[in-house]
């Protein structure tokens, strides 16, 4: 069973709890990069800083509709479900990148959310179809 969803004040909207895991990573890796290079020890620090100050402002949501992006209460986007072909969540062990294609554009986004989370929300929201297997004869 996985982590619970945080639900937030309106019934059937689900928002996602952030996760540091991947900006603080970066930047441990950063650390350890001063070792080879200073300019490249530099350009991971500011690639995690980055990371992390979008995990502060930006938030997922989910309805029954669509997926929502907003940058603190101001909603960006919106990505309704009919819309959906396909999403992926890459790397399970270390969630870092999710990915889903809708009939006009393809979206990727780094994991700044609780993974387990976001694919709980993903299976309830939008679950993948299933493959469809060949009759046996």
Request: hydrophobic residues 45%; proline residues 9%; contains cysteine.
């Amino acid at each position: 069973m996985g982590l619970p969803v945080t639900t937030t004040s309106n019934p059937g909207t689900t928002e996602l709890s952030p996760s540091y895991r991947l900006s603080l990573a970066i930047i441990g890796v950063s650390l350890i990069g001063l070792l080879v290079s200073p300019w490249l020890s530099l350009g991971l620090s500011l690639l995690g800083l980055f990371l992390f100050a979008q995990t502060l402002a930006i938030r997922l949501r989910f309805t029954s509709t669509a997926l929502e992006v907003f940058w603190g209460d101001r909603r960006l986007r919106q990505f309704p479900y009919e819309d959906w072909q396909h999403w992926e969540i890459f790397w399970t062990p270390i969630p870092i990148l999710f990915y889903f294609r809708e009939v006009k554009s393809i979206h990727f986004l780094p994991v700044l959310f609780d993974p387990q989370q976001l694919y709980n929300a993903l299976d309830q929201y939008c679950p993948k179809p299933q493959l469809s297997q060949p009759p046996t004869e």
